[in-house]
């Protein structure tokens, strides 16, 4: 038997509310506000209040897929990396670099988000980056 | 103060430990204090007393996933009230529930206008000094309004809603599987803010015999509504008419559940 809440920030919008997913026997089963969070004060919206609900749902991709003959397959993430390389070089040679647009996550972390603009600007030579947090 | 306070809660919660499976309390984390299940004395460095937090409502989740358990629960006065219309409602077995007193600190009454800021129900003795409950200065201000000036005051009020159900979700009272908040009979999916007052008086209307008056709502809202202002009228319209105070005793009956005559 086990209780405990786990902080963390809601990864809906850019605001940054903090909150706690709840955690009982080791699964998270909901959320509540933080309190002494300076930004959010024990305030959340909607998302906030069920940001937790995706976790489990049955719809989340665990496994990369690839779609082949018009059906998604799934992959490792070798080939997943491997055709994905290879198509946007294939891509950025044949149309130029703008022809490209990498859409980055608010559900991933600040680290991953800094990687994959260094990647898009860097390596693909785009500025075309945007993400689901700027609301 | 607050250390010697922290110091004897410590001590009850230690002693509570010796024969229960857990005890639902607040842990300290960055600055403040959250919900967590003590399982052993060792945890126990961690306890904290603030800010508050629905722990009724843990202590609900955990024993519907663990029936058998026998645990603890620190609990201040709205705490106990509300452990006891949960307990009328089947939302928890009282019997093999522990509590641990807690006393709310003259300015902490003050601060959530608390007409009883310590347990006395469920509890012989409590940890901390009991201090004398607050007169609802709002509401006493609030009763000097004209009804117009009150309507235009809740519609004003209302109309900062965001709809984000804060209100419904901190309550420990509600527990509803099906809630009629998100009937569409009621209130339409994808608009805010909510019908005026439609919503707002849907959820006072359900909290009749329930609300406790521990402020969890209120403190919960991002549109800072003073949720408990209706609420508190509503608790004393339910004890003029029906002679009912929510929490006050574990046998009485509520009576939206058992009568329907005023």
Not at chain 1, 70 to 96: M, S, V
Not at chain 2, 24 to 32: I, Q, S
Not at chain 2, 78 to 97: F, H, S, W, Y
Not at chain 2, 111 to 128: A, F, I, S, W
């Given at each position: 038997?086990?209780?405990?809440?786990v902080?963390?920030?809601?990864?809906?919008?850019?605001?940054?509310?903090?909150?706690?997913?709840?955690?009982?026997?080791?699964?998270?089963v909901?959320?509540?506000?933080?309190?002494?969070?300076?930004?959010?004060?024990?305030?959340?919206?909607?998302?906030?209040?069920?940001?937790?609900?995706?976790?489990y749902?049955?719809?989340?991709?665990?496994?990369?897929?690839?779609?082949?003959?018009?059906?998604?397959?799934?992959?490792?993430?070798?080939?997943a990396?491997?055709l994905?390389a290879?198509?946007?070089?294939?891509?950025?040679?044949?149309?130029g670099?703008?022809a490209?647009?990498?859409?980055?996550?608010?559900?991933c972390?600040?680290?991953?988000?800094?990687?994959?603009?260094?990647l898009?600007?860097?390596?693909?030579?785009?500025?075309?980056?945007?993400?689901?947090?700027?609301? | 103060?607050?250390?010697a306070?922290?110091?004897?809660?410590?001590?009850?919660?230690?002693?509570?430990?010796?024969?229960?499976?857990?005890?639902?309390?607040?842990?300290?984390?960055?600055?403040?204090?959250?919900?967590?299940?003590?399982?052993?004395?060792?945890?126990?460095?961690?306890?904290?007393?603030?800010?508050?937090y629905?722990?009724p409502a843990?202590?609900?989740?955990?024993?519907?996933?663990h029936?058998?358990?026998?645990?603890?629960?620190v609990?201040?006065?709205?705490?106990e009230?509300?452990?006891?219309?949960?307990?009328?409602?089947?939302?928890?077995k009282?019997?093999?529930?522990?509590?641990i007193?807690?006393?709310?600190?003259?300015?902490e009454?003050?601060?959530c206008?608390?007409?009883k800021?310590?347990?006395?129900?469920?509890?012989?003795?409590?940890?901390?000094?009991?201090?004398?409950?607050?007169?609802?200065?709002?509401?006493?201000?609030?009763l000097?309004?004209s009804?117009?000036e009150r309507?235009?005051?809740?519609q004003?009020?209302?109309?900062?809603?965001?709809?984000?159900?804060?209100?419904?979700?901190?309550?420990?009272?509600?527990?509803?599987?099906?809630?009629?908040?998100?009937?569409?009979?009621?209130?339409?999916?994808g608009?805010?803010?909510p019908?005026?007052?439609?919503?707002h008086?849907?959820?006072?209307?359900?909290?009749?015999?329930?609300?406790?008056?521990?402020?969890?709502?209120?403190?919960?809202?991002?549109?800072?509504?003073?949720?408990?202002?209706i609420?508190?009228?509503?608790?004393?319209?339910v004890?003029?008419?029906?002679?009912y105070?929510?929490?006050?005793?574990?046998?009485?009956?509520?009576?939206?559940?058992?009568?329907?005559?005023?």
């Amino acid at each position: 038997m086990e209780y405990r809440n786990v902080p963390t920030t809601c990864i809906y919008c850019g605001a940054g509310c903090g909150l706690y997913l709840q955690v009982l026997d080791g699964k998270v089963v909901g959320v509540l506000p933080n309190k002494a969070h300076p930004i959010s004060q024990g305030k959340l919206c909607v998302k906030g209040w069920n940001a937790h609900s995706f976790i489990y749902h049955e719809d989340r991709l665990t496994k990369p897929r690839i779609k082949m003959h018009g059906k998604w397959q799934e992959a490792n993430w070798e080939e997943a990396l491997e055709l994905t390389a290879t198509r946007l070089t294939e891509i950025r040679n044949a149309y130029g670099p703008d022809a490209i647009a990498v859409l980055a996550s608010a559900k991933c972390t600040n680290e991953e988000n800094y990687l994959l603009q260094k990647l898009t600007r860097q390596i693909l030579g785009t500025n075309n980056i945007d993400h689901c947090a700027r609301l | 103060m607050e250390p010697a306070l922290l110091d004897a809660l410590r001590e009850a919660v230690a002693q509570a430990l010796d024969g229960l499976d857990g005890v639902v309390a607040l842990r300290a984390d960055r600055g403040g204090g959250v919900p967590h299940l003590f399982r052993s004395k060792e945890e126990l460095s961690a306890l904290a007393l603030s800010p508050k937090y629905p722990l009724p409502a843990v202590l609900r989740l955990i024993q519907e996933a663990h029936p058998e358990s026998k645990l603890g629960i620190v609990c201040r006065g709205c705490e106990e009230r509300g452990l006891i219309e949960m307990a009328k409602r089947n939302q928890l077995k009282l019997d093999p529930v522990r509590v641990i007193g807690l006393a709310c600190t003259a300015e902490e009454a003050r601060e959530c206008r608390c007409e009883k800021p310590y347990p006395d129900v469920l509890v012989n003795t409590c940890v901390g000094e009991k201090v004398a409950g607050v007169t609802n200065e709002l509401v006493q201000e609030f009763l000097t309004r004209s009804t117009a000036e009150r309507l235009d005051f809740w519609q004003r009020q209302f109309a900062k809603c965001m709809k984000c159900y804060g209100c419904r979700n901190a309550c420990p009272q509600c527990a509803c599987p099906e809630c009629s908040l998100e009937e569409e009979l009621w209130i339409k999916k994808g608009e805010v803010p909510p019908p005026f007052p439609v919503f707002h008086l849907l959820r006072a209307m359900h909290t009749v015999g329930k609300c406790v008056g521990c402020r969890e709502c209120e403190l919960s809202c991002p549109a800072h509504i003073p949720l408990t202002l209706i609420y508190t009228l509503l608790r004393r319209d339910v004890k003029e008419l029906f002679g009912y105070e929510s929490g006050r005793s574990v046998t009485e009956e509520p009576p939206l559940v058992t009568e329907l005559e005023g």
